[in-house]
């Protein structure tokens, strides 16, 4: 059973920074993309950063120069650096992972609530 558990969520400032992590865990072959998505109530679900095993990235122009995503392939973690939020970076955040186990499937994992307070 593959798993994504996410950490580092919760209530800051505008201005303020957090920190985000998603750890892999079970019985996986391979991982290739991983990324951070995330949803307000009422819009849809948006990519904000993701980054492949090599280490190139793509990130939301609303957080770029903002937000820095990275991965440590050893510990199979994710992790994306927040800096400078804003009220409108406020939902709830997804960790998403391409992974290989006897077949190849994205996960995702259950969501964690970042809340920007103005």
């Known amino acids: 059973q593959v798993q994504l558990v996410e950490s580092g969520g919760g209530l800051v400032q505008a201005g303020g920074s957090l920190r985000l992590s998603c750890a892999a865990s079970?019985?996986?072959?391979?991982?290739?993309?991983m990324g951070w998505y995330r949803q307000a109530p009422g819009k849809q679900r948006e990519l904000v950063a993701d980054?492949?095993?090599?280490?190139?990235?793509n990130y939301a122009d609303s957080v770029k120069g903002r937000f820095t995503i990275s991965r440590d392939n050893a510990k199979n973690t994710v992790y994306l650096q927040m800096n400078s939020l804003k009220p409108e970076d406020t939902g709830v955040y997804y960790c998403?992972?391409?992974?290989?186990?006897?077949?190849?499937?994205?996960?995702w994992g259950q969501g964690i609530q970042v809340t920007v307070s103005s």
């Open positions: 980054v492949t095993r090599g280490g190139s990235t």
């Open positions: 998403k992972a391409t992974i290989a186990t006897d077949i190849q499937r994205e996960y």
């Open positions: 079970g019985r996986i072959f391979g991982i290739n993309n």
